[in-house]
T-cell receptor, first 115, second 112 residues
Framework: DSGVTQTPKHLITATGQRVTLRCSPRSGDLSVYWYQQSLDQGLQFLIQYYNGEERAKGNILERFSAQQFPDLHSELNLSSLELGDSALYFC??????????????FGPGTRLTVL | AQRVTQPEKLLSVFKGAPVELKCNYSYSGSPELFWYVQYSRQRLQLLLRHISRESIKGFTADLNKGETSFHLKKPFAQEEDSAMYYCALSGLTQGGSEKLVFGKGTKLTVNP
């Protein structure tokens, strides 16, 4: 699959725990975006990395952090998990850094359940 | 405030009927608007963007700045159009960078 990949598909954990979600962008894409989709908030932008550097920050909690590695894959770390963190987490990638002329390609998502 | 409102959570039409998915936005500048679609068991994907002024799969969307709307229309719905549709705008983060702001989506069902 040459598209955006995300692992794991599903993750079940307990409150207070820490998890890491992984995303591999499409070949050649330099930007990675993370989104959280919950029933009440909808799809919310968390953070964007471009070529290893943080480019844009959205509604990301301080308990959450992300990074993009030299091979351009990205990880989203969620710590001190709360019940309300249960959501679908999407990763997207794009060739450049902008939005208007740069299409984002989405991954299948990781479903996180916090019990 | 940057906000995208899709007033209909669910929309059901019959095959061959016209369909219009409503999207209203709130944005202080000149927004770029997009429609994304997610078919069953598939990924979220870009359907169209207003800057391209193109028709994709028979769908069109016109930006109406006076009404702050970007409704998605198709004259004759097909069963394969059944999907979740999200309207989005290119907004700004607190740091001044671009970000996509999504509506909560409308689930379209086209009945045979």
């Amino acid at each position: 699959d040459s598209g955006v990949t995300q692992t794991p598909k599903h993750l079940i954990t307990a409150t207070g725990q820490r998890v890491t979600l992984r995303c591999s962008p499409r070949s050649g894409d330099l930007s990675v975006y993370w989104y959280q989709q919950s029933l009440d908030q909808g799809l919310q932008f968390l953070i964007q990395y471009y070529n290893g550097e943080e480019r844009a920050k959205g509604n990301i909690l301080e308990r959450f952090s992300a990074q993009q590695f030299p091979d351009l894959h990205s990880e989203l770390n969620l710590s001190s998990l709360e019940l309300g963190d249960s959501a679908l987490y999407f990763c997207a990638s794009s060739p450049g850094m902008g939005l208007v002329n740069d299409e984002q390609f989405f991954g299948p998502g990781t479903r996180l359940t916090v019990l | 405030a940057q906000r995208v409102t899709q007033p209909e959570k669910l929309l059901s039409v019959f095959k061959g009927a016209p369909v219009e998915l409503k999207c209203n936005y709130s944005y202080s500048g000149s927004p770029e608007l997009f429609w994304y679609v997610q078919y069953s068991r598939q990924r979220l994907q870009l359907l169209l963007r207003h800057i391209s002024r193109e028709s994709i799969k028979g769908f069109t969307a016109d930006l109406n700045k006076g009404e702050t709307s970007f409704h998605l229309k198709k004259p004759f719905a097909q069963e394969e159009d059944s999907a979740m549709y999200y309207c989005a705008l290119s907004g700004l983060t607190q740091g001044g960078s671009e970000k996509l702001v999504f509506g909560k989506g409308t689930k379209l069902t086209v009945n045979p």
